[in-house]
Protein backbone atom coordinates (compact mmCIF):
# COMPACT_ATOMS: atom_id res chain seq x y z
CA UNK A 1 0.00 0.00 0.00
CA UNK A 2 1.52 3.10 -1.19
CA UNK A 3 1.97 5.91 1.36
CA UNK A 4 1.33 9.65 0.49
CA UNK A 5 4.39 11.69 1.81
CA UNK A 6 3.74 14.32 4.23
CA UNK A 7 5.29 17.42 3.51
CA UNK A 8 7.90 19.03 5.77
CA UNK A 9 6.64 22.13 7.16
CA UNK A 10 7.65 25.43 5.57
CA UNK A 11 10.54 27.32 7.44
CA UNK A 12 8.85 30.61 9.75
CA UNK A 13 9.52 33.50 7.80
CA UNK A 14 12.35 35.37 10.05
CA UNK A 15 11.73 39.40 9.50
CA UNK A 16 15.01 41.55 9.75
CA UNK A 17 12.55 44.41 11.63
CA UNK A 18 11.40 43.70 14.60
CA UNK A 19 8.52 45.22 15.94
CA UNK A 20 9.16 48.26 18.26
CA UNK A 21 6.85 48.87 21.39
CA UNK A 22 7.97 51.95 22.15
CA UNK A 23 8.01 53.63 18.69
CA UNK A 24 3.94 51.84 18.67
CA UNK A 25 2.81 53.51 21.90
CA UNK A 26 4.49 57.28 21.23
CA UNK A 27 2.42 56.93 17.79
CA UNK A 28 -0.69 55.69 19.73
CA UNK A 29 -0.02 58.41 22.29
CA UNK A 30 -0.09 61.63 19.87
CA UNK A 31 -3.08 59.64 17.96
CA UNK A 32 -4.70 59.74 21.57
CA UNK A 33 -4.24 63.18 22.31
CA UNK A 34 -5.58 64.54 18.66
CA UNK A 35 -8.09 62.48 19.38
CA UNK A 36 -8.93 64.43 22.30
CA UNK A 37 -8.76 67.86 21.07
CA UNK A 38 -11.24 67.12 18.51
CA UNK A 39 -13.45 65.67 21.53
CA UNK A 40 -13.15 68.86 23.10
CA UNK A 41 -14.49 70.76 20.03
CA UNK A 42 -17.30 68.58 19.31
CA UNK A 43 -18.48 69.10 23.03
CA UNK A 44 -18.48 72.77 22.38
CA UNK A 45 -20.88 72.02 19.66
CA UNK A 46 -18.03 72.52 16.27
CA UNK A 47 -17.73 69.90 14.04
CA UNK A 48 -13.82 69.63 13.41
CA UNK A 49 -12.33 68.26 10.36
CA UNK A 50 -8.93 66.73 10.56
CA UNK A 51 -6.19 68.63 8.66
CA UNK A 52 -3.57 66.74 6.90
CA UNK A 53 -0.42 68.78 7.61
CA UNK A 54 1.56 70.84 4.76
CA UNK A 55 4.87 71.67 4.91
CA UNK A 56 4.23 74.85 2.83
CA UNK A 57 4.13 76.83 5.98
CA UNK A 58 7.23 75.27 7.88
CA UNK A 59 10.26 73.38 7.10
CA UNK A 60 9.89 70.17 8.22
CA UNK A 61 11.30 66.99 7.70
CA UNK A 62 9.51 64.88 4.82
CA UNK A 63 9.72 61.99 7.05
CA UNK A 64 7.86 64.26 9.78
CA UNK A 65 5.18 65.12 7.04
CA UNK A 66 4.42 61.53 6.54
CA UNK A 67 3.94 60.80 10.50
CA UNK A 68 1.80 63.74 10.99
CA UNK A 69 -0.25 62.75 8.20
CA UNK A 70 -0.71 59.02 9.78
CA UNK A 71 -1.44 60.48 13.23
CA UNK A 72 -3.86 62.86 11.47
CA UNK A 73 -6.07 59.74 9.40
CA UNK A 74 -6.11 57.36 12.49
CA UNK A 75 -7.43 60.24 14.76
CA UNK A 76 -10.13 60.59 12.18
CA UNK A 77 -10.81 57.19 12.10
CA UNK A 78 -10.88 56.89 15.79
CA UNK A 79 -13.44 59.49 15.83
CA UNK A 80 -15.29 58.91 12.74
CA UNK A 81 -13.99 62.77 11.89
CA UNK A 82 -14.25 63.75 8.30
CA UNK A 83 -10.56 64.54 6.82
CA UNK A 84 -9.24 67.31 5.00
CA UNK A 85 -7.41 65.51 2.32
CA UNK A 86 -5.73 67.79 -0.56
CA UNK A 87 -8.77 70.00 -0.36
CA UNK A 88 -11.10 67.08 -0.37
CA UNK A 89 -12.92 66.26 2.31
CA UNK A 90 -13.29 62.02 2.83
CA UNK A 91 -14.88 59.51 5.18
CA UNK A 92 -11.87 57.35 6.20
CA UNK A 93 -13.96 54.52 8.21
CA UNK A 94 -16.67 53.64 6.24
CA UNK A 95 -15.07 50.70 5.28
CA UNK A 96 -15.48 49.69 8.94
CA UNK A 97 -19.07 51.27 9.21
CA UNK A 98 -19.84 49.16 6.13
CA UNK A 99 -18.41 45.78 7.97
CA UNK A 100 -19.69 46.56 11.12
CA UNK A 101 -23.55 46.89 9.29
CA UNK A 102 -23.10 43.65 7.64
CA UNK A 103 -22.03 42.14 11.32
CA UNK A 104 -24.93 43.65 13.21
CA UNK A 105 -27.80 42.51 10.46
CA UNK A 106 -26.32 39.16 10.11
CA UNK A 107 -26.60 39.14 14.26
CA UNK A 108 -29.93 39.60 13.91
CA UNK A 109 -30.89 37.30 11.43
CA UNK A 110 -29.81 35.01 14.11
CA UNK A 111 -31.56 36.70 17.15
CA UNK A 112 -28.01 38.06 18.60
CA UNK A 113 -29.52 40.98 20.20
CA UNK A 114 -26.47 42.09 21.94
CA UNK A 115 -24.07 41.23 19.12
CA UNK A 116 -25.90 43.59 16.89
CA UNK A 117 -26.45 46.28 19.21
CA UNK A 118 -22.39 46.79 19.80
CA UNK A 119 -22.13 46.60 16.01
CA UNK A 120 -24.92 49.17 15.35
CA UNK A 121 -23.24 51.33 17.99
CA UNK A 122 -20.00 51.05 16.21
CA UNK A 123 -20.88 51.83 12.94
CA UNK A 124 -22.91 54.82 14.24
CA UNK A 125 -19.38 56.22 15.77
CA UNK A 126 -17.57 56.32 12.76
CA UNK A 127 -19.93 56.82 9.83
CA UNK A 128 -20.73 59.95 7.57
CA UNK A 129 -22.44 58.31 4.58
CA UNK A 130 -26.02 59.17 4.72
CA UNK A 131 -26.77 55.23 3.12
CA UNK A 132 -24.76 53.78 6.04
CA UNK A 133 -26.84 56.48 9.02
CA UNK A 134 -30.19 55.51 7.23
CA UNK A 135 -29.02 51.36 7.83
CA UNK A 136 -28.35 51.87 11.08
CA UNK A 137 -31.60 53.65 11.87
CA UNK A 138 -33.08 50.52 9.90
CA UNK A 139 -31.03 48.21 11.99
CA UNK A 140 -32.24 49.66 15.24
CA UNK A 141 -35.87 49.32 13.89
CA UNK A 142 -35.13 45.63 13.09
CA UNK A 143 -33.43 45.18 16.27
CA UNK A 144 -36.95 45.86 17.78
CA UNK A 145 -38.77 43.43 15.95
CA UNK A 146 -36.66 40.89 16.87
CA UNK A 147 -37.22 42.17 20.25
CA UNK A 148 -40.98 41.77 19.90
CA UNK A 149 -40.80 38.59 18.59
CA UNK A 150 -38.42 37.00 22.01
CA UNK A 151 -40.51 38.88 24.47
CA UNK A 152 -43.76 38.92 23.55
CA UNK A 153 -45.89 35.02 23.93
CA UNK A 154 -48.11 34.79 21.19
CA UNK A 155 -51.85 34.32 22.54
CA UNK A 156 -50.72 35.77 25.89
CA UNK A 157 -49.40 39.40 25.37
CA UNK A 158 -51.69 42.25 25.89
CA UNK A 159 -50.26 43.28 22.21
CA UNK A 160 -52.56 42.08 19.31
CA UNK A 161 -49.60 42.73 16.87
CA UNK A 162 -46.05 43.11 17.15
CA UNK A 163 -45.54 46.80 17.79
CA UNK A 164 -42.13 46.93 16.07
CA UNK A 165 -44.42 46.87 12.89
CA UNK A 166 -46.08 49.69 12.69
CA UNK A 167 -42.49 51.38 13.61
CA UNK A 168 -40.82 49.98 10.41
CA UNK A 169 -43.46 50.88 8.22
CA UNK A 170 -43.43 54.64 9.61
CA UNK A 171 -39.47 54.65 8.97
CA UNK A 172 -39.49 52.82 5.58
CA UNK A 173 -40.22 55.59 3.44
CA UNK A 174 -38.42 58.65 5.22
CA UNK A 175 -34.92 55.79 4.34
CA UNK A 176 -34.52 58.05 0.60
CA UNK A 177 -31.01 57.10 0.70
CA UNK A 178 -31.65 53.11 0.33
CA UNK A 179 -33.06 51.46 -2.72
CA UNK A 180 -36.71 50.95 -3.26
CA UNK A 181 -36.38 47.39 -3.52
CA UNK A 182 -34.29 46.83 -0.19
CA UNK A 183 -36.87 49.16 1.48
CA UNK A 184 -39.40 46.88 0.09
CA UNK A 185 -37.80 43.30 0.54
CA UNK A 186 -37.85 44.52 4.14
CA UNK A 187 -41.18 45.74 4.60
CA UNK A 188 -42.27 42.23 3.43
CA UNK A 189 -40.14 40.38 5.59
CA UNK A 190 -41.77 42.73 8.85
CA UNK A 191 -45.06 42.13 7.43
CA UNK A 192 -44.58 38.01 7.66
CA UNK A 193 -42.86 37.59 10.83
CA UNK A 194 -45.79 40.14 12.45
CA UNK A 195 -48.37 37.45 10.46
CA UNK A 196 -46.16 34.38 12.03
CA UNK A 197 -46.14 35.66 15.00
CA UNK A 198 -50.18 36.29 15.03
CA UNK A 199 -51.13 32.98 13.68
CA UNK A 200 -49.41 31.34 16.85
CA UNK A 201 -51.10 33.09 18.89
CA UNK A 202 -54.43 31.30 17.60
CA UNK A 203 -52.95 28.28 16.06
CA UNK A 204 -51.72 25.40 18.18
CA UNK A 205 -49.01 24.08 16.32
CA UNK A 206 -47.65 27.55 15.34
CA UNK A 207 -47.70 28.24 18.89
CA UNK A 208 -45.46 25.42 19.11
CA UNK A 209 -43.18 26.08 16.32
CA UNK A 210 -42.68 29.79 17.96
CA UNK A 211 -42.43 27.96 21.47
CA UNK A 212 -39.50 25.98 19.74
CA UNK A 213 -38.10 28.85 18.51
CA UNK A 214 -37.73 30.34 21.18
CA UNK A 215 -36.15 27.74 23.20
CA UNK A 216 -33.91 27.50 20.68
CA UNK A 217 -32.39 31.11 21.13
CA UNK A 218 -32.52 30.70 24.52
CA UNK A 219 -29.97 27.64 23.92
CA UNK A 220 -27.79 29.41 21.47
CA UNK A 221 -27.27 32.55 23.66
CA UNK A 222 -26.74 30.99 26.79
CA UNK A 223 -30.20 32.59 28.38
CA UNK A 224 -29.95 29.97 31.09
CA UNK A 225 -30.56 25.91 32.49
CA UNK A 226 -34.34 27.21 34.22
CA UNK A 227 -35.16 29.38 30.97
CA UNK A 228 -34.47 26.81 28.05
CA UNK A 229 -35.95 24.10 30.33
CA UNK A 230 -38.96 26.37 31.26
CA UNK A 231 -39.31 27.00 27.79
CA UNK A 232 -38.91 23.59 26.17
CA UNK A 233 -41.89 22.24 29.54
CA UNK A 234 -44.23 24.54 28.05
CA UNK A 235 -43.85 23.38 24.61
CA UNK A 236 -44.17 19.98 25.65
CA UNK A 237 -47.73 20.89 27.18
CA UNK A 238 -48.98 22.78 24.40
CA UNK A 239 -47.56 19.72 22.07
CA UNK A 240 -49.46 17.19 24.37
CA UNK A 241 -46.84 15.20 25.26
CA UNK A 242 -46.36 13.96 28.62
CA UNK A 243 -43.86 11.91 31.17
CA UNK A 244 -46.34 8.90 31.44
CA UNK A 245 -46.80 5.87 29.43
CA UNK A 246 -44.11 4.18 27.17
CA UNK A 247 -41.08 6.04 26.71
CA UNK A 248 -39.17 4.62 23.51
CA UNK A 249 -37.51 7.35 22.39
CA UNK A 250 -36.37 8.88 25.95
CA UNK A 251 -38.36 11.56 26.10
CA UNK A 252 -40.64 11.34 28.98
CA UNK A 253 -37.97 10.70 31.32
CA UNK A 254 -36.10 13.75 30.08
CA UNK A 255 -39.24 15.73 30.53
CA UNK A 256 -39.71 14.22 34.07
CA UNK A 257 -35.64 15.35 34.89
CA UNK A 258 -36.53 19.22 33.87
CA UNK A 259 -39.96 19.54 35.94
CA UNK A 260 -37.41 18.10 39.12
CA UNK A 261 -35.75 21.47 38.47
CA UNK A 262 -39.03 23.36 39.04
CA UNK A 263 -40.36 21.09 41.45
CA UNK A 264 -37.22 21.75 43.44
CA UNK A 265 -37.57 25.59 42.90
CA UNK A 266 -41.05 25.80 43.76
CA UNK A 267 -42.21 23.23 46.63
CA UNK A 268 -39.31 20.67 47.33
CA UNK A 269 -40.69 17.60 49.08
CA UNK A 270 -40.50 17.18 53.24
CA UNK A 271 -39.36 13.98 52.90
CA UNK A 272 -35.88 13.41 53.00
CA UNK A 273 -35.51 10.34 50.53
CA UNK A 274 -38.04 12.14 48.03
CA UNK A 275 -36.35 14.97 48.04
CA UNK A 276 -32.67 13.30 47.03
CA UNK A 277 -34.47 11.59 44.80
CA UNK A 278 -36.01 14.70 43.05
CA UNK A 279 -32.76 16.03 43.22
CA UNK A 280 -30.41 13.30 41.30
CA UNK A 281 -33.28 13.91 39.27
CA UNK A 282 -32.99 17.29 38.72
CA UNK A 283 -29.38 17.12 38.13
CA UNK A 284 -29.80 14.90 34.82
CA UNK A 285 -31.72 17.41 33.62
CA UNK A 286 -30.17 18.42 30.26
CA UNK A 287 -32.03 21.57 28.28
CA UNK A 288 -29.75 20.20 24.91
CA UNK A 289 -30.61 16.75 25.45
CA UNK A 290 -34.27 17.45 25.80
CA UNK A 291 -34.40 19.94 22.69
CA UNK A 292 -33.00 17.52 20.30
CA UNK A 293 -35.70 14.89 22.05
CA UNK A 294 -38.44 17.06 20.99
CA UNK A 295 -37.63 18.00 17.65
CA UNK A 296 -37.88 14.68 16.92
CA UNK A 297 -40.48 13.89 18.34
CA UNK A 298 -42.08 16.53 16.67
CA UNK A 299 -40.41 16.24 13.54
CA UNK A 300 -42.38 12.86 13.00
CA UNK A 301 -45.58 14.51 14.30
CA UNK A 302 -45.73 17.20 11.80
CA UNK A 303 -43.96 15.30 8.54
CA UNK A 304 -41.35 17.67 8.73
CA UNK A 305 -38.48 19.08 9.90
CA UNK A 306 -39.91 21.10 13.57
CA UNK A 307 -36.00 22.71 13.85
CA UNK A 308 -36.11 23.75 10.10
CA UNK A 309 -39.57 25.56 10.85
CA UNK A 310 -38.34 27.79 13.44
CA UNK A 311 -37.12 29.68 10.52
CA UNK A 312 -40.06 31.21 9.90
CA UNK A 313 -38.98 33.26 12.82
CA UNK A 314 -35.70 34.43 11.27
CA UNK A 315 -35.58 37.27 9.72
CA UNK A 316 -34.13 36.84 6.03
CA UNK A 317 -31.58 39.73 4.90
CA UNK A 318 -31.80 41.84 1.83
CA UNK A 319 -28.87 41.03 -0.68
CA UNK A 320 -28.74 43.04 -3.93
CA UNK A 321 -28.15 41.95 -7.34
CA UNK A 322 -24.74 41.49 -8.74
CA UNK A 323 -25.46 43.99 -11.40
CA UNK A 324 -26.70 46.57 -9.19
CA UNK A 325 -24.16 46.12 -5.75
CA UNK A 326 -22.37 49.67 -5.16
CA UNK A 327 -20.02 50.25 -2.75
CA UNK A 328 -21.85 50.82 1.18
CA UNK A 329 -24.30 48.13 0.25
CA UNK A 330 -24.54 45.32 3.38
Known amino acids: MAVRPVPEEPPAIQSERALDPTATWELLE ?19 VVEVPSATKRRVSRATLIEEAIVAALAAERLGALLDLNGTLVS ?75 LVAELLPTLD ?35 LFRARVALLRGEGHETTLAWLLRLARRASLTTTGDDPNGLATLLRQAEAVFQLLATPPADESAQRE ?51 DV
Do not use: M, N
Open 30 to 48: RVSRLVEKLRQRRFVGEDP
Open 92 to 166: VAEDVAAEELATAYRALATWDLRAAESALARALRVTRFPKHQQRIALGWALHRLVSDLLRLVPGESKEKSLPAER
Open 177 to 211: QLPHEERAFYQGEVRRLAAAWREAATDDRSWCVWA
Open 278 to 328: LHERATEASPRDLFRALVAVLTAQWGEDALAATQRFALALWVPEASSTSRG
